[in-house]
């Protein structure tokens, strides 16, 4: 259930990846909290507008090639249109497929890069105008732990997700003065479908055996952090990176 006590009401808030994984939890999550929302996602979202328009919300939703700037600029003008606003930007997408160093090729490395920072960027950077113009905004970069304990084969997913954290402190610095707040979110290894599928077993087992909480992350661990982030009384924090991930002791 939503934290009611948060202030989300009547909020335009833009979740990319959110078709399915952490985004779209993420997107009922800010449903029940009183959010409309616009979904950007390379796969369709058919079903989470479904979850979404069930909790008395209105949705929008559009196939979206992130890697593609010029893609990811026209979906956040089309919900300005749709809207006529957005107040919440969630940057969840990733692209995280695990690739030896040795194997790695400069045209695969940009990808990450293109999908992980710089659509991040320039949907902040389409948007900020907005936000701007009403003296309000909350961005949130879903950041990550494994920054702080690289894994064999993450090197290219590591590497942007530490952009990712620059890209909050520099733009909570641009855009403080305008009243939005800027701030990432670090999961740890979190149990979604694509996850269990791509990631071996012992991986969660290690990673949950250095957890203070001995027990995997679940999307649902993530969404009160996000709530708050997101809401009218997130006043004063700007420029951080929130970890939740059960304490992983590093």
């Known amino acids: 259930m939503a934290t009611t ?3 989300h009401k009547d909020r335009v808030a833009i979740i990319t990846g959110a078709a399915g994984g952490l985004g779209s ?3 009922r ?3 029940q909290a009183g959010c409309d929302i616009a979904i950007a996602d390379i796969a369709p979202a058919d079903h989470v507008v479904e979850l979404v328009e069930a909790e008395g919300r209105r949705a929008f939703s559009e196939i979206c090639d992130l890697s ?3 893609q990811v600029v026209g979906f956040a003008k089309k919900v300005l249109s749709h ?3 957005c107040d919440i930007l969630v940057n969840n997408a990733a692209y995280m497929p695990v690739i030896p160093f040795a194997d ?7 990808k990450f890069e293109a999908i992980n920072v710089e ?3 320039l949907l902040a950077q389409t948007l900020a105008p907005s936000m701007i113009e009403q003296g309000y905004g909350r961005i949130v970069q879903i950041t990550s732990s494994s920054v702080g304990s690289p894994n064999v084969g993450f090197l290219p997913y590591i590497s942007t997700k530490m952009g990712g954290i620059g890209l909050v402190r520099g733009l909570a610095n641009e855009l403080g003065v305008h009243g939005i707040l800027v701030n990432g979110l670090s999961p740890g290894l979190t149990a979604t479908t694509e996850s269990l599928k791509n990631l071996p077993p012992e991986l969660f087992e290690a990673v949950k055996g250095r957890q203070s909480l001995k027990r995997t992350e679940l999307p649902e661990d993530l969404c009160g952090a996000l709530l708050f982030l997101t809401s009218e009384q997130c006043g004063f924090v700007t420029g951080q990176n929130i970890h939740c991930d ?3 002791l590093k």
Request: proline share 0%; no cysteine; aromatic share 18%.
């Open 246 to 248: 059960g304490g992983d």
């Open 25 to 27: 939890h993420f997107a």
């Open 68 to 70: 593609d700037g010029d």
């Open 83 to 85: 809207f006529g606003k």
């Open 5 to 7: 006590f948060l202030t």
């Open 119 to 121: 659509a991040s960027f």
């Open 29 to 31: 999550s800010l449903a």
């Open 104 to 110: 790695l090729t400069i045209e695969q490395f940009r």
